[in-house]
């Protein structure tokens, strides 16, 4: 028995336990993918009896091995059929009755959605600057809004944040959502900090809120990135950047009526406790 018998029918084995699982529902998160949804249960059996048949086929005696390769060509044949048709009869019972809502909150139907949508008629960066005259920022810089108020539309959206741009004008600080997150989102989104409402601004913690909790994140690629808060008359923005402590310090000399409470005399982008 070689090992280029052996390796097809191990392979063929897990394929085929994988299938059951998705047959008989014991994983089911599979169903809500918009493309070839019915792939678990057609293309991964057909290719797991493949590798399993052309395992045997290679260690038995003619002619049982010509009638396993007979069936691995029927087979295979069948389910590239059935997976690219997606007939409504196949199936078991819990997939063929399916909620089959277009589901966001799966990556790759976000990706589709995301290729299809047109962009919004007026975007986020578009309303930031007419609320400035039109005026060109002394500064542009990449910035994530931390906020729950936007939501989660979709998958390509991380969990209570916007991913956009601060827009840095004399008279004030305008936050803008870039173009995918517009797509997504439907409507733009736009955060206006007036300069002469600035009290305070300060590097915080990464996954800080504006009202000083820390939220859950276990979408974040960045756990320990930390973040800027800024402080205004009408209450706390914060914003997930590069270089926080650096961008708080510039943020706090422009505009803060008194210096950052950042209250320690760390280096501004040393590591924040806890």
């Known amino acids: 028995m070689s090992i280029g018998s052996i390796v097809p029918i191990l392979l063929g084995c897990v394929l085929l336990g994988v299938a059951w699982m998705c047959w008989t529902g014991r994983w089911r998160r599979w169903a809500g993918v918009a493309v070839l949804p019915n792939a678990p249960i057609s293309g991964v ?3 797991g009896l493949f590798l399993l048949l ?4 290679a260690l038995v005696p003619s002619p049982f091995s010509g009638v396993c390769y007979g069936v691995v060509i029927v087979v295979s044949l069948a389910g590239i059929v059935i997976m690219m048709w997606d007939p409504g009869w196949y199936g078991p019972r819990w997939f063929r009755e399916r909620d089959r809502t277009f589901d966001l909150t799966i990556p790759i139907n976000a990706a589709v959605a995301a290729s299809v949508r047109p962009a919004p008629s007026v975007s986020s960066e578009a309303v930031a600057r007419a609320r400035m005259g039109g005026a060109e920022p002394l500064e542009r810089w990449r910035a994530y809004l ?3 108020e936007h939501g989660r539309p979709s998958a390509l959206q991380r969990i209570g944040l916007v991913r ?9 600080l305008v936050f ?3 173009a995918r997150e517009d797509e997504m989102r439907g409507s733009p989104v736009v955060e206006e900090i007036p ?6 601004v ?5 996954r800080s809120r504006a009202d000083g909790t820390r939220r859950r994140a276990p979408d974040l690629p960045a756990v320990y990135r930390p973040c800027v808060r800024i402080d205004t008359d009408a209450g706390a923005f914060v914003f997930e950047t590069a270089h926080a402590g650096r961008r708080a310090g510039e943020l706090a000399s422009r505009y803060a009526r008194g210096r950052s409470p950042s209250g320690d005399s760390r280096p501004l982008d040393a590591p924040a406790a806890g």
């Open 164 to 172: 956009g741009r601060l827009l840095l004008y004399p008279e004030a």
């Open 45 to 47: 059996p057909a290719t």
């Open 202 to 206: 300060k590097r915080v913690p990464s």
């Open 54 to 57: 052309t395992g045997v086929g």
């Open 195 to 200: 300069a002469s409402s600035v009290v305070a």
């Open 176 to 178: 803008a959502a870039e």
């Open 146 to 148: 931390v906020s729950d």
